[in-house]
Nanobody, 121 residues
Framework: QVQLVESGGGLVQAGGSLRLSCAAS????????MGWYRQAPGKQRELVAT???????NYADSVKGRFTISRDNARKMVYLQMNNLKPEDTADYYC???????????????WGQGTQVTVSS
């Protein structure tokens, strides 16, 4: 019943910017941590950024200073502002959320379908 839908991916020139959005919907009591992951062709999925419900963020070293993760708890959304994009940022980007569906439930990880980001040189 929980769905995460990413949007905002596309093709951009190196040095450009993109803003990814992820909307959570369905039966949701609360959302704890949220994050963005990416997977480039031939590589393992890697953590890009995470953010707690209170707004504390962590970033992979490769994106630190260039990417900013944020969230809107009321709208059940998480965003990833990507600036100064590099070709090595090319990947499928996935939204992740630790969702508590009911008050008595533990959190469960959910994933979006992914959105493609391609950075050309």
């Amino acid at each position: 019943q929980v769905q995460l839908v990413e949007s905002g991916g596309g093709l951009v020139q190196a040095g450009g910017s993109l803003r990814l959005s992820c909307a959570a919907s369905g039966i949701i009591f609360s959302i704890n941590a949220m994050g963005w992951y990416r997977q480039a062709p031939g590589k393992q999925r890697e953590l890009v950024a995470t953010i707690t419900r209170g707004g504390s963020a962590n970033y992979a070293d490769s994106v630190k200073g260039r990417f900013t993760i944020s969230r809107d708890n009321a709208r059940k959304m998480v965003y990833l502002q990507m600036n100064n994009l590099k070709p090595e940022d090319t990947a499928d980007y996935y939204c992740n959320a630790d969702v508590q569906k009911y008050r008595w439930d533990p959190g469960t990880m959910y994933w979006g379908q992914g959105t493609q980001v391609t950075v050309s040189s």
